[in-house]
């Protein structure tokens, strides 16, 4: 347990981040005298954990205490004492909503991508996905499950009297230093109605085909698939690595010329200026492939189908990519190779495959070595004693060749194709990302199995 700002302040430290690698991992301790072993006895008696000291001047200590987590404890204060003077409703009291406020701005302050309010047995848990990793952020006391996901459910406009079905909905959070739209869905669980916030924060929707970060050659190839007048470019990764961001990329220098650019996307997260964006609204019985029928009937030149995961859509998905439209899309397969079979146990034949794909872009995001410490065992200041600042994106490219094709038509299985073909695998260029140390061999392996 990291103990309270007033006793921290107290005792002259700062308590730097509770982002330490792991709960177990020894905390990261701001002192002005490392070698004050007295001081460090008493902090792990009161923390029952190990610490690591860290060299900080008095002054960075003091800053440090009254910037992290500013007020989250004074206003839980607030909180109690209110508590203890009425049984109104405290969900739409004052200083829920700071509360609420507080761990928004936060998470927006240190670009998180997602908040989790999870609820269990003695607490509620808030932790951030930050680089892909689900970090703890804040524990809360049990009574103040309920009042904190009504507050997310009013901000979002949710029906706060149904407790019982899962909920979506969105809403825009502003404060005088930041603003972003916020995708919320709510889930029943055992202990309470679970939320979890997704951060679509502005600045990431602008990167060009040139900021992905793509080796020379294969964005000059790219780009090239993006000039295509017909045919499909499908990107492949698990979720979170980073494939629509792709193809919002390539999708930007695509709306610069004079084309119709629709998408079919579920959900809308990024605006994308000049382009139709649809929603799939399932219960309204507007699919994928509803959808991309609709849209063909519209003059498209571009299509992006936000993910094929079903026969219709694929089926409509091709038959569009043969028909002069250029069709963008993503399946979640591990590797480029492996989108062929999938296409194929979709229900789509050999021929047509190997005459409408354009090329297949399998990506993944590894954790960035941080500049400042050099991703040493106990990190630093700047990379919040992680190691690890930012992520990079590797690809691979399997391109449409002629050689492609006829494997596509015989009917190779998926080690035939890579012995026929050669190509940068994405092992090979996190190794080599490995070797230029811009990353781990841990990393790579947490990541790539
Ligand atoms: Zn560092």
Redesign the pocket.
């Known amino acids: 347990m990291i103990p309270s700002i007033s006793w921290s302040k107290a005792h002259g430290v700062a308590f730097l981040s509770s982002l330490s690698k792991t709960e177990s991992h020894s905390l990261p301790v701001a002192m002005s005298d490392p070698s004050n072993e007295l001081l460090i006895a008493l902090i792990q008696a009161e923390t029952s954990q190990s610490i690591t000291p860290h060299p900080y001047s008095l002054a960075e200590i003091q800053k440090y205490n009254s910037l992290s987590n500013p007020s989250t404890e004074s206003i839980l204060e607030k909180i109690q004492l209110q508590k203890n003077l009425s049984d109104t409703n405290v969900w739409e009291s004052e200083p829920i909503i700071e509360l609420v406020d507080t761990i928004l701005e936060s998470a927006m302050m240190q670009r998180v991508s997602d908040i989790h309010f999870e609820p269990f047995e003695t607490h509620l848990s808030v932790r951030f996905r930050k680089d892909g990793l689900l970090i703890p952020h804040l524990t809360l006391p049990d009574w103040l499950k309920d009042s904190v996901i009504l507050r997310l459910k009013v901000l979002a406009c949710l029906d706060i009297s149904e407790k019982r079905i899962p909920l979506d909905g969105r809403f825009r959070f502003r404060s005088p230093n930041h603003h972003c739209a916020i995708r919320i869905s709510t889930l029943p669980t055992r202990y309470g109605e679970k939320a979890v916030l997704r951060l679509l924060l502005p600045q990431e929707s602008k990167e060009d085909l040139e900021s992905l970060g793509m080796p020379l050659e294969m964005l000059t190839k790219v780009k090239l698939i993006f000039e295509k007048p017909q045919g499909i470019f499908i990107v492949t990764g698990p979720t979170g690595s980073g494939k629509t961001s792709s193809l919002y990329a390539g999708l930007r220098c695509i709306i610069q010329k004079q084309l119709n650019v629709t998408t079919i996307e579920d959900p809308v997260e990024y605006e994308l200026h000049g382009a139709n964006q649809v929603q799939v609204n399932e219960k309204a019985g507007l699919h994928f492939a509803t959808a991309l029928r609709s849209v063909l009937r519209q003059d498209p030149d571009v299509i992006f189908v936000g993910e094929i995961r079903d026969k219709e859509t694929a089926c409509v998905a091709l038959q569009a990519a043969q028909t002069g439209h250029l069709v963008l899309t993503t399946l979640h397969t591990n590797d480029s190779v492996s989108a062929i079979s999938r296409l194929e146990d979709l229900g789509i034949s050999p021929p047509l495959i190997a005459d409408a794909v354009l090329g297949v872009l399998a990506q993944r995001l590894l954790r960035k070595?941080?500049?400042?410490?050099?991703?040493?065992e106990s990190?630093?200041?700047?990379?919040?004693?992680?190691?690890?600042?930012g992520r990079f994106a590797i690809f691979e490219l399997l391109e449409a060749s002629p050689k492609l094709n006829h494997c596509i038509i015989n009917d190779f299985s998926h080690s035939q194709i890579l012995e026929e073909i050669s190509f940068l695998k994405l092992t090979d260029y996190a190794n080599l990302a490995v070797k230029e140390k811009k990353t781990t061999m841990e990393e790579l392996k947490r990541v790539l199995g």
Do not use: A, E, Q, W
């Not at 700047?382 to 600042?389: E, Q």
């Open positions: 070595v941080c500049p400042h410490c050099l991703g040493l990190g630093c200041k700047h990379c919040d004693f992680t190691g690890y600042k």
